[in-house]
């Protein structure tokens, strides 16, 4: 069974920066498609940002562009997630999700097998 754990997350004024990471179990880092979702409250989860499992390609979400950046360690079996210039509407709960599927990066929730419990992550104005 594949275990996700998040850390990292905190509260941070507007501009500021946190580094979430994301611990896996077994050698799930470099076997998956490795995704950051985040949800705010009274609002629908979404997808944040992605990294191919070959070629560590990423992908992120229009809002988070140029500000995110996600990474993977293949040898510590972590992901990460650099947040900079943040801003108040990326208050959320963050959470690490990883996808067997081969050969696709996803951006939908359900095409992701496993999940972590998430970390809050606040931004104040």
């Known amino acids: 069974q594949v275990q996700l754990v998040e850390s990292g997350g905190g509260l941070v004024q507007t501009g500021g920066s946190l580094r979430l990471s994301c611990a896996a179990s077994?050698?799930?880092?470099?076997?998956?498609?490795m995704g950051w979702f985040r949800q705010a409250p009274g609002k629908e989860r979404e997808f944040v940002a992605a990294?191919?499992?070959?070629?560590?390609?990423?992908y992120y979400a229009d809002s988070v562009k140029g500000r995110f950046t996600v990474s993977r360690d293949n040898a510590e079996n972590k992901v990460y997630l650099q947040m900079n210039s943040m801003k108040p509407e990326d208050t959320a709960v963050y959470y690490c999700?990883?996808?067997?599927?081969?050969?696709?990066?996803?951006?939908?929730?359900?095409?992701?097998?496993?999940w972590g419990q998430g970390t809050q992550v606040t931004v104040s104005s």
């Open positions: 999700a990883a996808d067997s599927t081969i050969g696709v990066v996803s951006t939908l929730r359900h095409a992701y097998d496993y």
């Open positions: 077994e050698r799930t880092v470099s076997r998956y498609t």
């Open positions: 990294i191919r499992l070959s070629g560590g390609r990423a």
